[in-house]
């Protein structure tokens, strides 16, 4: 394109010491005393000086576009100063919170239904009260380290470390190019959040003794709610409780005794096909088959609620529905299924 730009500008020679200028085919000339940037004459007299200068505006030579701006009665340095004024406040008119409103609607938007919830709860009420109305170029490794120090101190390292996620990949988002354009979404974003030292989190180590497991399975089976059911299905299957919940009974063989998950419910995104052992198909037989869903009307926030009221009466402490993994593997491994079909279920 240059090339082709600076071939058509070295066609249009320009004679200022006699007769006057040729542009292509069309011989002009100067009015006699006037300066070199005055107007140019056809030969018949006619005003042909605005259509040299917009033809030479159009080429893609930059000293070519300078010379026919200065023809028309323009200042290009005016200009340009003018365009990179607009930018910069442009530039500073982008605080976080704008940041997060491009970043909700074309990325969080996409994630799972439970990813989109924690995102905007993080964003929520940590990010937007200390960072939402900062300049996006003003942002820092310090402003947002003394943020996820104060989120670690009053929250929880796991929490400062899942706002650290959300920030870095907001500011990732906004650092990345357009796809059509290839132009940087936020100019001023940087990801500042990079590099910034995760806070060490203690692995979290939760096993079920004999006791407890017995006292929960006692009372799972006495229990007649849905939740019951569904608590007894995670301990059969070693199932995730989002799995769970989305589980269809197009996605169950009964006959065959093979449960299919999408990949669309599965973490590693991957379609996961699994055994039911006799645990898991007797839990499928106390259920009514007529819905879409194996556990029709249990929510995320219902089976919560269910399951801290169910763990503070069984005296369980801190168990959470997905250490029950671990305890349906041991039980598994207890039953004599050999290792690798138990890290195949998992």
């Not at 010491?17 to 004459?41: I, K, M, S, T, W």
Request: charged fraction near 25%; hydrophobic fraction near 45%; glycine fraction near 8%.
């Amino acid at each position: 394109m240059a090339g082709s730009a600076a071939r058509a500008a070295r066609s249009c020679l320009f004679r200022f010491e006699d007769v006057a200028v040729e542009v292509g085919q069309f011989p002009l000339e100067r009015g006699e005393g006037q300066q070199r940037r005055d107007v140019f004459l056809h030969r018949q007299g006619i005003l042909v000086a605005d259509r040299i200068a917009l033809a030479l505006e159009q080429m893609d030579a930059e000293p070519v576009k300078h010379v026919a701006a200065l023809a028309l009665g323009r200042d290009p340095a005016a200009e340009l100063q003018a365009k990179r004024q607009a930018e910069r406040d442009r530039r500073q008119a982008v605080t976080v919170s704008k940041l997060w409103a491009d970043f909700e609607a074309n990325h969080v938007a996409g994630l799972r239904p439970k990813s989109q919830k924690a995102y905007r709860s993080w964003y929520g009420n940590h990010i937007a009260p200390a960072l939402g109305g900062t300049k996006v170029g003003n942002l820092n490794h310090g402003r947002v380290g003394d943020l996820l120090k104060a989120v670690a101190a009053e929250s929880g390292r796991s929490t400062a470390n899942r706002v650290h996620a959300v920030i870095s990949a907001m500011l990732s988002y906004g650092a990345g190019a357009v796809e059509k354009t290839g132009a940087r979404r936020f100019p001023d974003a940087v990801n500042v959040a990079r590099g910034i030292k995760a806070h060490a989190e203690p692995g979290r180590e939760r096993e079920l003794s004999e006791l407890e497991l017995a006292r929960l399975i006692g009372h799972l089976d006495r229990h007649p709610a849905l939740e019951a059911r569904l608590v007894e299905f995670l301990l059969a299957t070693a199932a995730r409780r989002g799995e769970a919940l989305a589980a269809r009974w197009c996605d169950v063989d009964l006959s065959a005794g093979w449960w299919t998950k999408p990949a669309s419910t599965t973490k590693g995104k991957r379609t996961h096909r699994i055994p039911l052992n006799a645990a898991a198909r007797d839990v499928l037989a106390k259920l009514d088959q007529r819905g879409e869903q194996l556990f029709s009307g249990v929510t995320e926030n219902r089976l919560s609620r269910w399951w801290l009221r169910t763990r503070a009466e069984l005296k369980l402490g801190d168990l959470h529905l997905h250490d029950l993994r671990h305890a349906s593997a041991s039980l598994m491994v207890s039953a004599g299924v050999p290792l690798y079909a138990v890290a195949k279920m998992l």
